[in-house]
């Protein structure tokens, strides 16, 4: 398998984190996106979208962070990362989808802001960050994982990058107790692969 990725992405890193975490062989390969290459001919030929992460299966290309989640478990086999049960299954795609939805329009875009110097409105994506956070962390009140149960799933994997590194957008983690204590337990699992970090938004004013 090839991941190709920017260090700089929480979704790549999402990517490269199961892959890692479920000792899943695969190259890496950077996608230089300060030079366009992920605008390239070549590079649409594998997402026509225009975005990391894209993982090539020998051929079988899968693109978008969830689905390159889905299909690892999937193809290993992982139920234990992705439920089969009808219950089960459908938490996890709940969690997938506040990924997709409320962690990219509060930390992932307050994060863009700092990190890449796009043009959102900083109040109110730091507004949205503390709103789903707020909620993040009263679910976690009695539960170590997101969905519950003895073990992570990839509804946790999407979820961590973005939250961990939500500092460097301007959004302050420290009330929220629950979401700390979940973000060092992923920190701890076996092959956990951490998210590069940047000297910028709170980090930078430290």
Request: net charge negative; charged share 20%; aromatic share 10%.
């Amino acid at each position: 398998m090839k991941l190709y990725y920017h260090p700089l992405s929480g979704h790549a890193h999402r990517a490269r984190l199961f892959l890692s975490l479920t000792q899943t062989p695969f190259e890496l390969v950077e996608v230089d996106l300060a030079k366009g290459a992920h605008k390239a001919p070549e590079f649409l030929a594998l997402n026509r979208f225009g975005q990391v992460p894209v993982l090539d299966d020998n051929g079988t290309i899968i693109a978008d962070s969830a689905s390159i989640l889905i299909y690892i478990a999937k193809k290993r086999g992982l139920t234990e990362w992705l439920p089969s049960d009808p219950d089960g299954a459908a938490a996890v795609q709940r969690w997938l989808s506040v990924a997709a939805g409320q962690i990219a329009f509060g930390p992932a875009a307050a994060r863009l802001i700092t990190v890449f110097g796009a043009g959102f409105n900083a109040e109110e994506v730091i507004g949205r960050a503390h709103a789903v956070l707020k909620n993040i962390d009263d679910e976690l009140a009695t539960k170590k994982w997101i969905i519950g149960g003895e073990q992570p799933t990839i509804a946790d994997v999407a979820l961590y990058s973005y939250i961990a590194r939500a500092p460097e957008g301007n959004v302050d983690l420290a009330a929220y107790a629950n979401v700390d204590a979940w973000l060092k337990s992923i920190e701890a699992l076996p092959n956990f692969v951490p998210f590069v970090q940047t000297p910028v938004g709170l980090a930078a004013a430290a």
